[in-house]
């Protein structure tokens, strides 16, 4: 096995206009296991009733904090990736989709089984988007275009190299597009660093587009508080680099849904245990789980990711609100390791 050196880290890769991932654990998806996942494996996700999943998976209507927060990190779960975070006066989204499918079309694809628990015009002011790939279900063109009307250019998207075009042409105009390890702000005098670190994915829109654009997490770095989004992503090694270069972080959002079947998966989407190392390797004090209880995209039960992510930290002797689920809609508070003075 080659030496892992954990201060060198690893650059994007482009062939040929396309970008490729540079870690041993990626395998591109065989069409093979494609057909396979899409027409022989059994889906194990028996969504219930509406009756049902009110009980089991209830949605709440968010309070945002609104004007100065109280110190700390607030972290409002909106669904699926989406996150509405507030940290050191900055508020941002992480992948919006407010729509009820993730999908080109509005009548055809996956659609949500647990609505949105706010609109677009419910949201407090923003400053900044974050995207961490370009699949339908992370970045949503209705979602883009109703944020830009409510916010226009006073609001800032930090979008992956390839991406600005298509922000472009949606009619967005206030676009930052970075490599991996580049970082930026909301404006000069913002010290709140958005980097855009790697992550193991892939990004396709259209038949033709595969891996044209970059794909990857964010490190959101301020003077008290670090946030770090991991987008979409199968394990790699990179998870240390980020938690050796920008950990410890006090809040981590890591997906822990739509990961079965394993062989067709397993390079594109994390499983709960695999979610809890990267709570691990990036130092994380605190996670809070993504991507899962929305759509359902993958064959796993729709209750497997929470129950499993609680194994998981049982097996790993770790206490259950290190790494934790909200409630769609819900707020949760985050003390910021440099703003409170004991430890």
Same mark, same amino acid.
């Given at each position: ?15 040929? !206009?396309?970008?490729?991932? /540079?870690?041993?654990?990626?395998? #591109? /998806? ?27 998976? /209830? ?7 609104? !004007? ?5 990190? @607030?972290?409002?779960?909106? !669904?699926?990736?989406? #996150? ?34 706010? #609109?677009? &015009? ?20 209705? &979602? ?48 709140? &660093? ?27 770095? !301020? /003077? ?19 938690? @050796? ?23 594109? @989407? ?8 990267? @709570? ?6 605190? &996670? ?54 004991? #430890?």
């Amino acid at each position: 096995m080659a030496h892992h050196n954990i201060n060198v880290v690893q650059q994007s890769v482009r062939e040929k !206009g396309r970008f490729l991932n /540079p870690w041993p654990t990626w395998k #591109t /998806p065989k069409f093979r296991d494609s057909l396979h996942f899409l027409f022989v494996d059994e889906n194990k996700s028996n969504i219930p009733s509406k009756e049902e999943l009110d009980k089991v998976l /209830p949605i709440q209507k968010p309070k945002f904090i609104i !004007g100065p927060s109280d110190g700390g990190i @607030h972290v409002t779960w909106l !669904g699926h990736s989406t #996150t509405l975070v507030q940290l050191d006066n900055v508020t941002f989204l992480t992948d919006p989709i407010f729509s009820e499918r993730a999908s080109p079309f509005q009548f055809f694809g996956p659609k949500r089984y647990r609505s949105c628990p706010c #609109t677009i &015009s419910e949201l407090p002011s923003i400053d900044a988007v974050v995207i961490s790939h370009n699949h339908y279900d992370h970045l949503d063109y209705n &979602s883009v275009q109703s944020l830009n009307s409510r916010f226009g250019n006073k609001l800032r998207w930090f979008v992956p190299l390839g991406l600005a075009q298509w922000m472009k042409d949606s009619g967005v105009q206030n676009i930052v597009e970075l490599d991996w390890w580049e970082s930026s702000s909301i404006s000069t005098n913002s010290d709140v &660093s958005f980097v855009f670190t790697p992550a193991q994915h892939w990004c396709k829109r259209t038949l033709t587009d595969d891996n044209r654009v970059l794909w990857g997490s964010w490190s959101i770095i !301020g /003077p008290k508080s670090r946030f770090f989004f991991a987008g979409d992503t199968g394990y790699c090694r990179v998870f240390e680099q980020i938690g @050796h270069k920008y950990g410890p972080f006090d809040v981590a959002a890591i997906p822990i849904g739509a990961y079965e079947p394993r062989c067709f998966m397993k390079p594109q @989407h994390i499983n709960p245990s695999e979610a809890v190392r990267i @709570h691990q390797d990036i130092c994380s004090r605190s &996670s809070v789980a993504i991507h899962w209880g929305t759509f359902a995209l993958a064959h796993e039960h729709y209750l497997d990711p929470p129950k499993k992510l609680k194994e998981t930290l049982k097996d790993l002797n770790l206490p259950e609100e290190a790494f934790s689920t909200l409630i769609h809609g819900e707020t949760k508070h985050f003390q910021s390791s440099t703003s409170t003075t004991s #430890t």
